[in-house]
């Protein structure tokens, strides 16, 4: 048994202004893809380049890791719509996709937490 | 053998502004701990929350969860430095630490995701 009663405060519900479990599993696959520290440096590489877009040659060069490593990090971003992927030539280019950060930072400027973007 | 010979945008080094490898695990680790569905409607449901905290019985409440996987969660925040907990009587009060969403928020508001605060 509680040393102290249920005061008033506890055990109410909280209000509808909550993430719903149908948003929450969306920005938390979103997080997922960008919670790994290569893939935000990819992406902070990609968002700080002068053209606003980098190819796979410049990013590779950047890590001390294996083509396919660099790679398969990008093809997770792409596939979390973080990135845009543009062949030209025989090089792949990648952009960032502003909304997918905007939608990030959008939940966590939120005091609620819930998220403005569908 | 690349069909085009490399232009001029191709292979050149990223400026100083994008994020550090330091700083990339730092908001890894932050991101990691939110990148999960049920922690991410925790802190919502607490963010949420009429006095700005909640008890871990209103937050067992908010799930078909078992009450130790949904304290594991809370755990998991915890040590991120996402949520504060205080305990008072029986019950543990958790509320959420603004300066942890705005470190988030910082760093996807930033044109190249190098994020302002250390």
Redesign the interface.
């Given at each position: 048994m509680?040393?102290?009663p249920?005061d008033d405060?506890?055990?109410?519900?909280?209000?509808g202004?909550?993430?719903s479990?149908g948003r929450?599993?969306e920005?938390?696959a979103l997080?997922?893809a960008?919670?790994?520290?290569?893939?935000?440096?990819l992406?902070?590489?990609i968002?700080?380049?002068?053209?606003g877009e980098?190819?796979v040659?410049?990013l590779n060069?950047?890590f001390d890791l294996t083509q396919a490593t660099v790679s398969h990090h990008l093809k997770v971003l792409q596939t979390a719509g973080v990135l845009d992927r543009e062949k030209?030539?025989?090089?792949a280019y990648y952009r960032?996709r502003p909304e997918a950060?905007?939608a990030?930072?959008d939940v966590?400027?939120s005091?609620?937490?819930?998220g403005a973007r569908a």
């Open positions: 509680p040393e102290n249920v405060d506890c055990c109410t519900p909280a209000d202004a909550a993430m479990a929450a599993a920005v938390a997080l997922k960008l919670a790994d520290p290569v893939r935000l440096r992406v902070s590489l968002a700080s380049s002068r053209t980098a190819c040659c410049d060069a950047g030209r030539g025989v090089w960032v950060l905007a990030v930072a966590f400027s005091p609620s937490l819930a």
